[in-house]
């Protein structure tokens, strides 16, 4: 496992900021990190990368123990975190090989052009930090995570500042990362989640009430669902009433029906099952899930 929290507790005085959580994320994942704002996911995030200590519980990455060898840690770890602290008098360049210096990265000339191209730097890779707006800003904030090739990359609000294009960008290049890295961030733009991650773990108030794969919590979420099927010739509606997980049909023509049901994925099936049986020609089978704006707001109110 290339990240693993264990009964993680931090305690600010009184507070419990972060309330004996646990998870445990593979190579190859890219998870979204959710809650709202206080609810302990930055705290989370800082423990994992060593920039600060829990109360109790442990967090390893790569199998190595954040609190006992720290700076093993922060070398098998890229971090942008939320605030993204920069020296605004220096140039791009100038900064990425100041932080390639401190990873002792042997040829980190070729490094720095690669990161720089990587997180489309390229039109101002000859200005200073201080000239650029803030959607660049967190740009030279990605490229510095990753210039020594990290295993794991912790991505703090990564697209916060962006405009729409810049966001697809970002996104793609956390996409590719993903393949090989593992990638755990946060975000409040639940849209950007949607399309990244396949897994979602969500923190409430320092403890953690979700942490699962997105297609699973959106037919959890919701009691029943809804399959929408469109047949190229006309379908008598008692065909349906077979299908055991059925339990409501609507029809706003003989061609085209909605099923409400328990098991999208169990009907899906049994649809297709019914075509070949019966010689139908399906047109189009989706299956409307709620979206993960609705699951976040009916797990964090």
Sequence with gaps: MSIEVKNLLKIYGEQKAVNDISFHIN???????????????????????????????????CGVNVQDKP????EKIGYLPEQNALYPDMY????????????????SKKKIDEVIELTGLTAERKKKIGQLSKGYKQRVGLAAALLHDPEVLILD?????????????????????????????????????????DRVIIINKGVLVADDKLSKLQNQSSAQQTIKVKFSEPVHAALFEQLSDVVAINSDADILFQLQCHDADKVKKQLLQLALEHNLNIVSLQSDTQSLENIFKSLTN
Excluded: W
């Design 27 to 61: 190579k190859g994942e890219i998870v979204g990190f959710l809650g709202p704002n206080g609810a302990g996911k930055s705290t989370t995030m800082k423990i994992i990368t060593g920039s600060l200590q829990a109360t109790e519980g442990e967090a390893r990455v």
């Design 71 to 74: 700076i093993s840690v922060k």
């Design 92 to 107: 791009i360049k100038e900064y990425l090989s100041f932080i390639g210096a401190i990873h002792h990265i042997a040829d």
């Design 157 to 197: 609000e990564p697209t916060s500042g962006l405009d729409p294009n810049q966001i697809i960008e970002i996104r793609d290049v956390i996409k590719k990362q993903g393949v090989q890295k593992t990638v755990l961030f946060s975000s409040h733009i639940l849209q950007e989640v949607e399309a990244m991650c």
